[in-house]
Nanobody, 123 residues
Framework: VQLQAFGRGLVQAGGSLRLSCAHS????????MGWFRQAPGKEREFVAS????????IYQDSVKGRFTVSRDNAKNTVYLRMDSLKPEDTAAYYC?????????????????WGQGTLVTVSS
């Protein structure tokens, strides 16, 4: 089982970008999914998570109201829509799966990670 992220890009501040993450297995709809990011020289941090049904979501405070996590279980894909982007959002973004069913912030609860996809926001 793998996770593959798509949607890397360079955008201007205030712009938008949507990341996608495809799950290759047949258990996608059984588990919650999350997005994390790591900026240069910083530790990886939680961004957003969504429950297995696509109903319940949680966000890091700095992205609330700007980012939206969603999923399409029929397509085995989770999305991160990012609006009103800021230069401080520049980072490598990672999707991940937790075997929990509810959304979670703790990176240690995620057991499957995709490769990072780079988002650069210019000022």
């Amino acid at each position: 089982v793998q996770l593959q992220a798509f949607g890397r890009g360079l955008v201007q501040a205030g712009g938008s970008l949507r990341l996608s993450c495809a799950h290759s297995g047949r258990t996608f709809s059984s588990y919650a999914m999350g997005w994390f990011r790591q900026a240069p020289g910083k530790e990886r941090e939680f961004v957003a998570s969504i429950d297995k049904h696509g109903i319940e979501t949680i966000y890091q405070d700095s992205v609330k109201g700007r980012f939206t996590v969603s999923r399409d279980n029929a397509k085995n894909t989770v999305y991160l829509r990012m609006d009103s982007l800021k230069p401080e959002d520049t980072a490598a973004y990672y999707c991940a799966r937790t075997r929990r069913t509810k959304p979670r912030r703790e990176a240690g609860l995620y057991d499957l990670w995709g490769q990072g996809t780079l988002v650069t926001v210019s000022s």
